[in-house]
Each structure stands twice: as C-alpha cells, then as structure tokens.
C-alpha cells in the first residue's frame, strides 16, 4: 500500500521481487484497475501513455507525475533466465491510492426554465482523488436529498445523484427560482464550491405566443395584399 500525493505528485513505486542475482532479468509490470489489467512496462520498454511520464530502475519504477487514473495495483514480476538465474519468476504488488483534493467544480445550470418543465443540472469536477461526491445548495441552504421532509424545500420536486453531481427538479415550479451552486468532497483537504449561477423559473410565454401569432398574421396580411396590387396591375397577364 502505498499513498500519495497532492503536492508532490513524483512518485516510486518499488519492485520487491527484484532481490539481486546472477543471470539475466527479465521484468514486466502490469497495472491493475478494477477488471482490466495493463502490461504497461517489457521487452525494457514502457508503453505508449507511460513512457512519457514514467522512468525504469530494477527496484522499481519512478513516476514524473501521477493522477487520480493511476490509483490501483501495480504488479512487478521478475524472471532471471541465463546461467546462474533460478529461471524462477518472482512477483510482487504495490496498490497506489492517489490522494487528491477536489478542484473548484463547475455548474451547469439552465437559467430559465418553463414551468412544468425538466431541469438537469450539473456539477463537473475532474482532478480529485478518490472521485469526490457533491451536493447542491440553493440561496446558500444545503439542499436535502429529500425535499418532501425539508420545510424549506418541500415545494420542490427533485433528485440528487450525489456521485454522478446532476440534480434533476422535475417539474420545475416557481419555488425552484433561486442561486445554485454544487460543492465536491472527498475528505482529503477541503470541499470546493463551484460559483453560484441564477435559475428563473418562466411562465409559460402566453404574451410572446401572442406577438408572434399577431406578426405572422401581419406579414400574411402584407404577402397577400402585394398579390392583390400586382395582379391589379396586370403584372402577372399575359403581354401578347
Ligand atoms: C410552499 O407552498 C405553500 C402553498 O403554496 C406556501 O404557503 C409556502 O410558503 C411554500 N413554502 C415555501 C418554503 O416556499
């Protein structure tokens, strides 16, 4: 287990089944990751992502930087082949967990949204490490996961996805208008909050709906009287 590394983000990973001997060795790495396992160092080479960034000793391997994607296990197996080499492979593990604290996130939030309609808002954050869980907050207040138990929220219709950051108020009502803003944590440093952006909750536009029906009627209205004129003028007959 190895931990690392908000401010220095250079790390070591060390290979402990190198223990010296005569012969040749031969060393493959692999990072693991959930279900997917990567050979990332062979045949004296680094891979693509890693040669970049990552550099080769017999005792281990150094990394120029880390994110949070390299939380996970490494594995170090060793084969000394040629005279002397016990043609034995020896293995052995390290997991890394990148400790990062979350960036300040991004809002996303529609600013006006009809009533009776959807709102999705959502939250972005990408650098902390482990990957953080946010919350939303309206006028400063904390929003509850359930507004039906919360005085001051319980004209609210909405969810919380505190992994994913995405608030979905379905349906919007008048009550939803308000400052919002997210907050990400994930208990290494501090909680960051993301800047508030205003949400206005829109009748329905009866009074726009009317002024374009009134200016489509007009523009009819012109269309057909030039139809008229020209045909008075005897535009459209025949000259012969
Ligand atoms: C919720 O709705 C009721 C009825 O319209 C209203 O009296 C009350 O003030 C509302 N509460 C909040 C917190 O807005």
């Not at 983000?9 to 010296?20: D, K, L, N, R």
């Not at 060793?78 to 080499?85: A, E, H, R």
């Not at 808002?121 to 507004?147: A, H, I, K």
């Not at 969810?159 to 208990?187: H, M, R, W």
Request: aromatic share 12%.
């Amino acid at each position: 287990m190895l931990i690392c590394c908000c401010f220095f983000p250079a790390i070591e990973i060390p290979c402990a089944a190198y223990v010296s001997q005569s012969g040749t060795p031969r060393v493959e790495w692999k990072f693991e990751k959930g279900s997917s396992i990567v050979l990332f160092y062979y045949d004296s080479k680094f891979t693509d992502p890693y040669q970049d960034r990552a550099t080769y000793t017999p005792t281990g391997i150094r990394f120029t930087s880390v994110t949070r994607k390299d939380t996970g296990k490494y594995i170090c197996e060793v084969l000394w082949t040629g005279s002397g080499g016990s043609g034995q492979l020896r293995k052995s593990e390290v997991d890394l967990i990148v400790q990062v604290p979350p960036s300040k996130p991004i809002a996303k939030v529609p600013t006006s949204v009809t009533i009776g309609n959807k709102a999705v808002l959502t939250c972005m954050e990408t650098d902390g490490s482990p990957p953080p869980t946010f919350q939303w907050y309206r006028d400063n207040v904390l929003m509850p996961p359930n507004p039906k138990i919360s005085e001051k929220f319980r004209n609210s219709s909405y969810t919380i996805d505190t992994k994913t950051g995405v608030l979905t108020i379905e349906p919007v009502t008048s009550f939803d208008t308000g400052d919002y803003f997210c907050e990400a944590q994930n208990n290494i440093g501090t909680a960051q909050k993301s800047e508030a952006v205003h949400l206005e909750a829109t009748e329905v536009n009866v009074g726009g709906i009317v002024a374009a029906v009134v200016v489509l009627l007009i523009v009819l209205a012109l269309v057909a009287f030039g139809i008229w004129f020209a045909y008075s003028r005897g535009f459209f007959s025949s000259k012969y």
